[in-house]
């Protein structure tokens, strides 16, 4: 059963454009959530995290917006650049138990 | 910024060894680490949590008896695949925090190969 999913596999964007990556959940006690970029044979990165009692976060060129009714999550890249090339996952727990992380959505932002 | 140093990176052993990997928090204490396997085109699996002093706890489908995880201090996980076969080959990730709003941070993973 998975609880956190990302239905993109792949996403391409031009430079300097926005870079919208999405993510859903089922479990309505998840109440934080993170955004990893990882580049291959690396781990994880993190990039930003949100908690329920927001639906926004914003750190730099990255943003990450939280609509808990839709259990919904997404993160947007402004402008988007080739280094931002890599795949994306997104992570929910609930009380800063275990993470379930999805699947990774891969980002290639052409030049 | 928590920094977490995972050892090492790239192993190959041969069928029916044991492999040790490590996981260290270097600026911080990890009350709580977790150990993850990334499948072929899989998001990670977590395979078990552990707390300081005390025994990890497995995901269901994890033989404990083959990952032997150990948390001694603050700042050292260790998991021990033991008598790894070619299926074991994975991309194990290491994650640690120190609780509250910390929030995680990961080791740079380790890639296993069995020959």
């Known amino acids: 059963d998975q609880q956190v999913k990302q239905n993109s596999p792949s996403l391409s964007v031009q430079e300097g454009r926005i870079s919208i990556l999405n993510c859903d959940y089922t479990?309505?006690?998840?109440?934080?959530f993170l955004w990893y970029k990882k580049y291959p044979a690396e781990g994880p990165t993190f990039l930003i995290s949100?908690?329920?009692?927001?639906d926004k976060n914003e750190d730099g060129r990255f943003t990450v917006f939280l609509n808990k009714s839709a259990k919904h999550l997404s993160l947007h890249i402004v402008p988007s650049q080739p280094g931002d090339s890599a795949v994306y996952f997104c992570?929910?727990?609930?009380?800063?138990?275990?993470?379930?992380f999805g699947s990774g959505t891969k980002l290639n932002v052409k030049p | 910024g928590a920094v977490v140093s995972q050892h090492p990176s790239r192993v190959i052993c041969k069928s029916g060894t044991s492999v040790k990997i490590e996981c260290r928090s270097l600026?911080?204490?990890?009350?709580?680490m977790f150990w993850y396997r990334q499948f072929p085109k899989q998001s990670l699996m977590l395979m078990a949590t552990?707390?300081?002093?005390?025994?990890?706890?497995?995901e269901q489908g994890v033989e404990k008896d083959k990952f032997l995880i150990n948390h001694a201090s603050l700042t050292l996980s260790t998991l021990t695949v033991t008598s790894a076969h070619p299926e074991d080959s994975s991309f194990y990730i290491c994650?640690?925090?120190?609780?509250?709003?910390?929030?995680?941070?990961f080791g740079s993973g380790t890639r296993l190969t069995v020959v």
């Open positions: 994650s640690a925090s120190g609780g509250g709003d910390y929030g995680y941070t």
């Open positions: 479990n309505s006690m998840f109440d934080y």
């Open positions: 949100i908690s329920s009692i927001k």
């Open positions: 992570a929910a727990s609930a009380s800063f138990n275990k993470f379930y």
């Open positions: 600026d911080f204490q990890a009350t709580t």
């Open positions: 552990s707390n300081e002093g005390s025994k990890a706890t497995y």
